[in-house]
């Protein structure tokens, strides 16, 4: 792609970045909001059947929503975001891709999702929720990092009661968090009759605190949690990546053949 045809899908203060999967490409903002790791981890935690209606709930540039795509390519997916911006940006990056007629982005506020989507139409949810309170951490001076790192458009609780009202019964949802709230992750799913089913914790490199959490949950199932193997995301301090994330790329570099099997 010349500079030129590179410039015509930005606007200003914008970039054009690299995925790392296949020459997926996101459209992303020079000084705010940028995708991370989160959405690697979070697009190979998942793991839809091609029939599964799949919604990414908070979905920022559409980075995991393109990465799923890829992977899985018989997949139709939503997205939905609140900060305009950034539901245009993964609006303009799903036609870049060539992914328009496989993903829609709905823009609109999680707390009034009532009355934007139906209950229960969602076989799969994903969702990374700002997991930083308000009253905790230092408040970025740039909007769009504030909304995505604090709770400042919808609490936990809130995102929580969202997932459960689009989620379709035995529906799972798929989150990443950081693991110093793990434990409220964990006790709002179970009140909202989400059962967590599988976790896995996410170190920096062996040694290291856990700084993440992958959990799976079910709507109205029955108890009973598998916990799978720590990842770590480097060999060791300052190392190359592990053989784990390794593998995860990957296994999103590669369509799934088993994403025909219902």
Not at 144 to 158: G, S, V, Y
Not at 231 to 242: E, I, K, N, Q, T
Request: aromatic residues 4%; positive net charge; charged residues 25%.
């Amino acid at each position: 792609m010349d500079r030129r045809t590179t410039a015509s899908w930005l606007h200003a203060g914008e970039s054009l970045d690299n995925l790392g999967i296949s020459d997926l490409k996101v459209i992303q903002s020079r000084t705010g909001f940028r995708h991370s790791i989160d959405a690697l981890l979070l697009a190979q935690w998942a793991a839809p059947r091609s029939t599964d209606r799949v919604l990414d709930l908070g979905c920022g540039n559409g980075a995991i929503t393109f990465l799923l795509a890829h992977r899985y390519p018989e997949l139709r997916m939503a997205g939905f975001e609140v900060q305009p911006a950034l539901a245009d940006r993964a609006r303009r990056g799903a036609r870049l891709n060539g992914l328009e007629n496989r993903i829609e982005i709905m823009e609109g506020d999680l707390r009034q999702i009532k009355g934007l989507l139906p209950a229960a139409a969602f076989d799969m949810v994903l969702c990374n929720p700002p997991y930083r309170q308000l009253a905790s951490g230092r408040l970025s001076p740039n909007l769009e990092i504030r909304q995505a790192k604090h709770e400042l458009t919808a609490t936990l609780q809130e995102a929580v009661a969202a997932i459960r009202y689009v989620l379709a019964p035995k529906g799972r949802v798929c989150l990443i968090y950081h693991a110093s709230r793990l434990t409220d992750l964990l006790s709002g799913l179970r009140t909202a009759r989400l059962e967590p089913k599988r976790m896995r914790l996410v170190h920096s490199y062996p040694g290291a605190q856990a700084e993440l959490s992958l959990v799976e949950a079910r709507r109205d199932v029955r108890p009973g949690l598998q916990i799978l193997t720590p990842l770590f995301v480097y060999h060791a301090r300052g190392g190359p990546l592990s053989s784990g994330m390794e593998a995860i790329h990957h296994s999103l570099a590669l369509s799934d053949i088993r994403s025909t099997v219902a």
